[in-house]
């Protein structure tokens, strides 16, 4: 079986050196292969790593290192090459708009009382929120237009309501710009807003999508309360500085801590899931290594840690079951796990494989949204309540901010 890796290495270096052999002492190549190509691995000789270049900038073939004392420079991966870019997209197969445009589905934490409040004429969004109450067994609505906020703030409601919500706002730009939504290149969610954007992009009924979402929501509710969890909130510092500071919260900790990187979300922004005294420890070391902020979240839980495994476990299953009845998308689907694109036409097996990942392994939305703006999105739209991915855009990116539009419901 041919084994990927890609490289993770050599960053600030513009990727990692090449040598003709196998000896250290080989002749060095002239260019380097870059970071975050994928290679192929012909052989492998302790820490030495002969490869052939699949996709990426670089010598062809060569040997590289896949460490240095203190980091990896490569690392095994089952990514798959990334496909080029559709020549038409969406529901009849049209070509894309001028300017393309990516759609993006807020996720947890954008959730506010009063949320839809505006949305109860729509016939589209009265005909979800019908469907809602057989599912759910209860009137998200409800719950969105009058609270409590403590309530609407639990995991289990919250989901629904924001996929809903996010799903409500594409209702509500297909009536201001049908060919927005038709002929988009890409929709991608964060974390949650995954699942509104799969739904979107074709691959799922609202049906099928909302039963995913409530048992995704009363698993992580669940998996939540084993054991005290706690999320912490991270700017200013970049991950060499931030990482060391994880392994030594761990550490401190001893047997059993859990400390990792849940959402990489702008440049030095992260939020980080863990057990308490992990997380606490790292809030210290993070203050005392010049962070901007180090901020406890008000979170239910450690979300997309291995904290999350026995959700994952559950979500795992229920996807099994779903997966019959999904179809490839219609649009480009980025997806958190990987930042790698699903082109239309994709095999559900692969979208239904990265959400078996999502809940255990961090959220990689800036190298998403970057690749995004590299694959030749010009136009974004925040699609669902508050400005929560409009308010990083700017951080990742000011020129696609300047002209980010807002889809508020």
């Not at 594409?170 to 954007?197: F, H, P, Q």
């Amino acid at each position: 079986m041919v084994q990927m890796w890609e490289v993770v290495g050599g960053a600030d270096k513009g990727g990692i050196i090449v040598r003709d052999g196998q000896e250290i002492s080989s002749a060095q190549k002239s260019e380097r292969l870059s970071t975050g190509a994928l290679i192929e691995e012909i052989t492998l000789v302790g820490e030495r790593l002969n490869y052939k270049l699949i996709q990426g900038t670089g010598p062809a073939e060569g040997w590289v290192g896949i460490k240095l004392p203190t980091k990896d420079l490569c690392i095994r991966t089952d990514k798959k090459p990334r496909q080029p870019k559709p020549e038409t997209v969406g529901p009849k197969n049209e070509p894309h708009l001028d300017e393309p445009v990516a759609l993006l589905f807020p996720g947890q934490g954008s959730q506010y009382v009063g949320m839809m409040k505006d949305m109860g004429e729509v016939p589209a969004v009265v005909a979800m929120l019908e469907k809602a109450k057989t599912i759910l067994g209860y009137d998200i609505l409800d719950i969105c237009l009058n609270g409590p906020e403590s309530k609407l703030e639990e995991t289990k409601y919250c989901q629904p309501a924001m996929f809903i919500g996010g799903l409500a706002g594409l209702e509500k730009l297909k009536e201001e710009n049908i060919d927005a939504v038709n002929r988009a290149s890409i929709m991608a969610g964060l974390s949650l807003g995954e699942y509104t954007a799969l739904c979107a992009a074709g691959v799922m009924s609202f049906e099928d999508g909302l039963k995913l979402v409530k048992l995704r929501g009363e698993a992580m509710q669940e998996a939540a309360g084993q054991g005290k969890q706690l999320m912490l909130s991270v700017a200013g510092l970049d991950r060499a500085k931030l990482d060391p500071l994880i392994e030594k919260a761990k550490a401190k900790e001893g047997a059993g801590a859990v400390c990792s990187v849940a959402n990489e979300l702008f440049p030095a922004g992260v939020s980080i899931g863990g057990t308490e005294k992990a997380i606490n420890t790292l809030k210290e070391l993070a203050e005392a290594h010049g962070a901007m902020q180090a901020k406890v979240l008000k979170t239910a839980g450690a979300f997309h840690t291995a904290l999350m495994q026995p959700a994952q476990d559950k979500l795992s299953a229920a996807l099994d079951e779903i997966q019959p009845n999904m179809k490839p998308p219609l649009h480009t689907v980025w997806m958190n796990a990987t930042a790698e694109p699903i082109r239309p036409g994709a095999d559900v097996a692969d979208i239904v494989a990265n959400l078996k990942k999502q809940l255990t392994n961090a959220v990689k939305w800036e190298s998403s949204v970057q690749d995004m703006i590299k694959d030749g999105i010009v136009q974004f739209y925040e699609v669902g309540p508050m400005k929560q991915l409009t308010a990083m855009m700017k951080r990742i990116d000011v020129k696609p901010w300047k002209k980010m539009k807002k889809i508020e419901v």
